[in-house]
């Protein structure tokens, strides 16, 4: 006999349980031989090893099939219950990291954004580095939604310097906000693909996302948070320094950058090759490296990285 926890993830109750526990209770029936306790966000059951597996496999079906229709008629479920030895969750979906709205599946697509996954299970520190395109960003973001729905943190953090081509935030319209948002936006952009509007703008609204430029972060310290410092090849050195000595208890950061755009004045260092640099054996951080293989945007993007590298290492060797 084993016990298991099963996390509900943010589905309709009543999509699940059905009124009265209707569907639920024709759950349990199917499986007379365990022990199956609904308590709050978890699913309680006590069993065979193989009728725990099982029960495990025919919930993750039944919440992705939630997650992706918003609905689960008790008809649909007693087709899936009637195929249920059949019936297996798709080895992908296990690499699916969150469904968005309309069933959207956010996954890892690459080697090197798989690593990233995987660097996150064990390590609370990741550096993530590699060129436009890579897919950097929108992996930590992931993660960082399903920590959220996972309830593993309270908060998400996103962050970045705000240093763009030579623009001045002085030179820009409007207040500190509406000078602000046009970098933040990318972060935006990720944040729409995984979490309904309505969702996303209640979050922001409670702050338990948080978006902010890298300045804001002095002076704190970050608990039970998934924070993501992109863009970091334009954070200083003292402003790495300043972000990394943010992290309190149960934090997880992951850090992004591409040192091919670096956008400081010339007479400054990049906090993030220096903080790759000094860092790069220290236990419990991990650095990934991705290139140019592992562009998932428009494939000239990729013909496009490759020419201007080797336009830049011509230029080198004169």
């Known amino acids: 006999m084993i016990e298991k926890e099963i996390y509900l993830p943010s589905i309709d109750p009543i999509e699940f349980f059905g009124p009265n526990n209707l569907k639920f209770k024709l759950i349990i029936s199917k499986f007379p031989k365990c022990k199956i306790v609904s308590r709050g966000n978890y699913i309680k059951v006590q069993g065979s090893e193989e009728d725990v597996s099982r029960l495990d496999d025919l919930l993750t079906l039944l919440f992705w099939h939630i997650e992706k229709y918003q609905t689960l008629t008790l008809q649909h479920l007693e087709l ?146 998934f924070v993501i410092l992109d863009e970091a090849q334009n954070a200083t050195v003292a402003q790495m320094k300043m972000f990394l000595t943010r992290m309190g208890q149960n934090a997880k950061f992951i850090i992004t950058g591409d040192a091919s755009q670096i956008d400081l004045p010339k007479s400054q260092k990049s906090g993030l090759m220096h903080a790759v640099h000094i860092l790069r054996n220290t236990p419990d951080i991990a650095i990934i490296e991705l290139d140019e293989q592992d562009v998932i945007r428009h494939k000239l993007v990729r013909k496009i990285i490759a020419a201007y590298e080797k336009s830049e290492n011509e230029n080198s060797k004169n």
């Open 80 to 225: 899936i219950l009637a195929c249920e030895k059949e019936v297996k969750p798709s080895e992908n979906r296990d690499d699916v990291l969150v469904y968005g709205p309309g069933g959207h599946r956010v996954v890892a697509k690459t080697p090197n954004q798989h690593k990233i996954v995987s660097a996150s299970e064990n390590n609370d520190m990741i550096f993530a580095i590699g060129p436009a395109g890579t897919g950097k960003t929108y992996t930590a973001v992931a993660l960082a939604v399903r920590a959220l729905k996972e309830k593993q943190i309270k908060r998400i953090i996103l962050t970045r310097p705000a240093v763009e081509a030579g623009e001045n935030l002085g030179f820009l319209p409007g207040d500190l906000k509406e000078k602000l948002d046009p970098y933040l936006q990318p972060l935006y952009d990720a944040l729409m693909d995984m979490i309904p509007y309505e969702k996303l703008a209640e979050y922001i609204e409670k702050n338990v996302i948080e978006i902010a430029p890298l300045a804001f972060m002095r002076g704190r310290t970050l608990d039970k948070a």
